[in-house]
């Protein structure tokens, strides 16, 4: 079974790329075109989740799952392509965010908080 404990991310990015490859679609993939692209997949996986509560939204009937999948796996499809067509090492990029995410959002301004105008937290101790 291929799932994500037995899929790398480059199995991922050239299954994509020889998808694109024989389809002759790298014509069509700019960076600009794939962001784009990138954009409206997450404005359609959003639509799923408009005027529902955040409760219904943890709540997703196995066929909303299925959708909700689909639109991931757009995203999921075009971010990948954007990396092929800029060869950008995703594993790096990653930590690198990750790195710097960990020292703007040091965990004891943050935990438990989205922000530090949070108005229904107390300031940490």
Request: proline residues 3%; charged residues 25%; negative net charge.
């Amino acid at each position: 079974m291929r799932d994500d404990a037995g899929t790398t991310i480059m199995q991922l990015r050239d299954q994509l790329r020889a998808f694109v490859e024989q389809r002759d679609w790298n014509q069509f993939h700019s960076p600009k075109n794939l962001s784009m692209s990138l954009a409206i997949e997450a404005a359609e996986l959003m639509e799923h989740f408009q005027w529902i509560s955040t409760e219904q939204s943890r709540a997703l009937s196995a066929e909303q799952l299925v959708d909700v999948g689909e639109e991931l796996a757009d995203v999921l499809c075009y971010a990948l392509a954007i990396a092929n067509e800029l060869e950008l090492d995703v594993s790096s990029i990653f930590r690198r965010k990750m790195e710097l995410n960990q020292q703007k959002y040091p965990i004891e301004q943050f935990r438990g908080r989205y922000g530090l105008n949070d108005p229904s937290r107390s300031e940490p101790g």
